[in-house]
């Protein structure tokens, strides 16, 4: 069954008329209820305000990294553990193919259901996952095989075990590591970025968003507890954070906003892993025209530039 947000009502009634004109067998009224709902998505989806986009990078049907590596990898094997503590399933590594190009995909997992999230631990690495990350990128490296990140977590899991074994070093290490990274490397924003547990895997000589994902410093509810000492007004926070992914194509702080479907990733998800897909094959061989000076020269000149403003 679909799940629909508040916003998307009218397009669920149309739906389920168009169901009920199915079952009359009445043709012409589903034809006229197909053009009206095209209208009503158009309507819709063209006005999203920030708020509305931070519920569709957090569907609970959105598709994850996993569900995008089954759909556009083939002779995959997946690569586990970091050498050094255990096995972070939030965090998950594939070797395989995307079209003809042999890839390692590096992507945080949410996971589905009571049991699946629970492993998954909500989509929040420990320290171990992102040595893991690590791990598969100097693999990458050794061998010259481009990288794709896939970027959807909350946020680094903040647990007592996770300062215990360094969430901090970890992170920092892999901004250094991936900073240094000497093959293409390809990030994308797939759902929800956050703070430090987005950026940990978010270097990269492209980094791109989903048109409905959110990447942020901090979540809107944080926020608002923060400054209001009210998470209530999460609303508030998501439209003056400029998070979306609009937003930050504007402020020079992503270089590019992938068009995954109008109706949303979660409505068609061949669609939105064709659109990724097609923008890693793109963007791979624009980088091969680069040599390795120039790409790491332009990646040290994109790190650097963040954050630079003139009056």
């Known amino acids: 069954m679909a799940t629909y947000l508040d916003f998307e009502q ?23 209820l197909e053009k009206s709902l095209d209208k009503e998505v158009s309507k819709t989806y063209k006005n999203l305000s920030p708020f509305q986009k931070l519920q569709l990078a957090r569907h609970q049907d959105r598709p994850y990294a996993l569900d995008y590596i089954n759909l556009i990898m083939r002779d995959k094997y997946e690569i586990h553990g970091d050498r050094h503590f255990r096995d972070d399933a939030a965090i998950i590594c594939y070797l395989g193919y995307i079209g003809e190009e042999k890839v390692m995909v590096i992507g945080e997992q949410k996971g589905r259901g009571t049991k699946n999230k629970l492993k998954r631990n909500f989509g929040m690495p420990h320290p171990e996952g992102y040595r893991k990350a690590l791990r598969a990128a100097k693999m990458a490296e050794k061998f010259n095989i481009p990288l794709l990140m896939l970027i959807d977590t909350p946020g680094a899991y903040p647990g007592l075990g996770a300062e215990e ?147």
């Open 165 to 311: 074994r360094n969430q901090s070093e970890a992170i920092a290490r892999n901004l250094l590591e991936l900073a240094e990274l000497d093959t293409q490397t390809i990030s994308i924003v797939i759902g929800e970025g956050g703070s430090g547990g987005a950026l940990a895997i978010g270097v990269a000589d492209r980094l791109a968003m989903m048109r409905y994902s959110v990447f942020s410093v901090i979540s809107p509810e944080g926020c608002s507890a923060i400054l209001w000492n009210d998470p209530a007004k999460a609303e508030a926070a998501t439209n003056a954070m400029k998070i979306t992914s609009d937003d930050l194509k504007e402020l020079n702080l992503i270089d590019d906003v992938i068009d995954e479907p109008l109706i949303g990733a979660h409505r068609d998800k061949d669609g939105s892993a064709s659109a990724i897909a097609d923008y890693f094959l793109t963007e791979l061989q624009a980088l091969r025209t680069m040599s390795s000076q120039e790409r790491m020269s332009a990646r040290y000149n994109k790190l650097t530039g963040i954050g630079a403003f003139s009056e």
């Open 10 to 32: 009218k397009i669920k009634n149309i739906q389920e008329d168009i169901i009920s004109a199915q079952v009359r067998h009445d043709g012409h009224a589903v034809e006229i």
